[in-house]
């Protein structure tokens, strides 16, 4: 069953045109020139009960634009989202009651209070009757180890530590959804894990539907087996993560560090796609040849002195995704600019 | 409404988290009272100008220094501050209404200084210049309702002014042209007694007296008991028609709404 829809969603964004330097800065000021920015452009998926969804993109592809409009905190310009029914902007509070949402960069903690404090306020806010309350607590309190710190104010707290806490925040009245906003941002290996292998556990066990937003693909890799790719507004890329891996197929890439570096060298059969000196990165198909045929040439030629290979990351599809769309990594395409009203070219 | 309550309370609460705050703002509310009496010290010297003697305006001076720690219409700085950062987000993902939470917030920032900063205040510059008790107990009795208006007027005007800031991202220059009139026709300064004839029925006509003069006017029973009535439900009158105007912009900033940053 669907329980997010999104159709043809888009968001425009209209900025005054702004000119650089000193006379810009007053141009700017007296301007009716309107610069019109799409951070999402019909965009359309469809996302069902217990699924766990990667959202992918780089900086300023309309991640946090979509999850925002999702949450029903930002009205779409144009295009319908549909959670559980219901439009998000129109039942805002209903919204609410039945997702949890996590942003890395923010806290919905009481910045003063003792974690248990939010938690507490957080019990009234959403009504959650008192066993439930105790029982998400007493489970939260487990698996995220809040035990020694639940008692301290929030600005004594660790990164790693308040970002375990906004995780039991955003679950103790029990969401059907929980939209995650770069959730391990800023955070160590260990504290990344732990917090990896809890959302697994909530999406498995409690049937959790999860959206995670983030630019770090191990999150992905490890929490969502299905993955949406974003750039500049549009969806690039909508299916399973292993599918998107073997997309790359057989290919894989081998790293020869050299004894001195032997100039440009290229290698029948492999693709030259580094050159760092005497560190040379090749691709090649491992189908078409053999790993040890390719090292035993190359070998004969020029003194070796290491091998690595490198295994096919996530990283590298979507890069090769990004590259198939003939699009760069880019910031929010800027439409046209308006004076008023009327489109004048620039 | 429990969940308004314990807005209330929380932010009751945090306020306890920084007590060197508490003395310092009983000193500048202390500084302030005696740099206004020694002003009306030398300006009421020859005796009483327009009926008005110094100890009334001692009194005066304390009243509306206890009136300002109360009013809420610096809040808009808080909304503005959770808009430029974005942070507004975290407020509108909650199922709860947002006016009723910043009131509820707000009245919990202003309990805590009711009960920390005023009250020693008063009490200290009570003993230091003389406070004169109110003119009777009706007056006491309105002077409360008096304050119970200017603090939701307050309220009405911080909301207002923030829900601008959805529109132009930034309150500066409305809170600018605001805090100019609250100075100016509240009376908290200059008493409305000394205004010109004029710009007195300015004064008159504007909400802004319900910020400062009313409320110290009624409690000094410088008003006439048969005016006390239709003033304050002025007031009321005031409430209504902000927080209607508030209301109907409240539909229409949510559509309007940019949260920024990532």
């Not at chain 1, 070998?299 to 990283?315: C, G, K, M």
């Not at chain 2, 110094?54 to 720690?69: E, G, K, Q, W």
Request: hydrophobic share 50%; glycine share 6%; proline share 4%.
């Amino acid at each position: 069953m669907a329980i997010i829809e999104a159709r043809v969603l888009t968001k425009e964004f209209r900025q005054h045109r702004r000119f650089p330097g000193f006379f810009g800065a007053v141009r700017t000021l007296l301007t009716r020139e309107y610069v019109l920015r799409r951070a999402v452009k019909e965009v359309s998926f469809t996302i069902d009960q217990g699924e766990a969804v990667g959202y992918v993109g780089p900086n300023g592809a309309g991640k946090s634009t979509t999850v925002k409009m999702l949450t029903g905190i930002l009205v779409p310009t144009s295009g319908e989202a549909k959670v559980m029914g219901r439009l998000p902007h129109r039942s805002r509070r209903e919204n609410a009651r039945r997702i949890g949402v996590v942003f890395g960069q923010r806290s919905q903690l009481w910045w003063d209070l003792p974690v248990i404090d939010s938690f507490d306020l957080h019990r009234y806010v959403y009504n959650i009757p008192a066993d439930r309350y105790r029982s998400n607590l007493a489970e939260c309190e487990e698996l995220l180890r809040m035990r020694d710190f639940i008692d301290f104010p929030v600005r004594q707290l660790s990164l790693g530590q308040r970002m375990r806490a906004e995780l039991a925040l955003a679950l103790l009245h029990d969401p059907d959804i929980l939209f995650l906003d770069e959730p391990t941002i800023g955070l160590d290996v260990t504290a990344k894990d732990r917090i990896r292998e809890f959302l697994k556990m909530i999406n498995r066990e409690r049937r959790v539907t999860i959206i995670l937003a983030s630019h770090d693909l191990k999150d992905i890799e490890e929490i969502c087996p299905r993955i949406l790719v974003i750039n500049r507004g549009t969806i690039v890329y909508d299916g399973e993560v292993t599918a998107l891996k073997e997309k790359l197929g057989t290919q894989s890439t081998i790293v020869v560090d050299f004894a001195h570096d032997p100039g440009e060298i290229q290698l029948a059969g492999a693709d030259l796609v580094l050159d760092e000196g005497v560190r040379k990165h090749y691709r090649f198909d491992r189908s078409a040849i053999s790993a040890v045929k390719l090292l035993a040439s190359l070998a004969e030629r020029h003194p070796v002195r290491d091998v690595s290979f490198q295994e096919t990351t996530i990283e590298d599809v979507i890069r090769k995704i990004y590259e198939a769309s003939g699009q760069e990594l880019a910031e929010v395409e800027e439409l046209d600019t308006w004076s008023r009203g009327r489109a004048v070219t620039r | 409404m429990t969940t308004y309550f314990h807005f209330f309370a929380k932010s009751f609460k945090s306020n306890l988290a920084y007590r060197a705050q508490v003395w310092l703002s009983i000193l500048a509310s202390l500084l302030a009272i005696v740099s206004q009496v020694a002003i009306w010290r030398a300006l009421l010297a020859s005796g009483p100008v327009n009926g008005i003697a110094l100890p009334d305006m001692i009194t005066y001076v304390i009243l509306n220094s206890a009136i300002y720690v109360v009013l809420m219409y610096e809040m808009f700085e808080e909304v503005d501050d959770r808009l430029r950062t974005g942070d507004i987000a975290v407020d509108l993902i909650k199922p709860m209404r947002y006016p009723l939470y910043l009131l509820a917030d707000q009245l919990g920032n202003t309990a805590y200084r009711l009960a920390f900063y005023v009250a020693p205040t008063v009490f200290v510059a009570a003993l230091l210049f003389g406070l004169t008790a109110p003119a009777s107990p009706l007056h006491a009795a309105a002077f409360v309702m008096a304050m119970v208006i200017a603090t939701i007027l307050s309220f009405a005007f911080g909301y207002l002014i923030a829900l601008l800031a959805f529109h132009f991202l930034t309150t500066l220059h409305f809170s600018w042209t605001f805090l100019g009139l609250v100075i100016m026709f509240s009376g908290s300064f200059l008493p409305l007694w000394f205004f010109p004839a004029g710009w007195a029925d300015v004064a008159r006509a504007l909400p802004f007296q319900f910020l400062g003069f009313v409320p110290a006017a009624i409690y000094m029973g410088k008003m006439p008991v048969t005016e006390i009535a239709p003033t304050l439900a002025v007031g009321l009158m005031w409430i209504v028609l902000l927080m209607c105007a508030a209301a109907l912009m409240w539909a229409v900033s949510m559509r309007r709404l940019v949260v920024q940053g990532g």
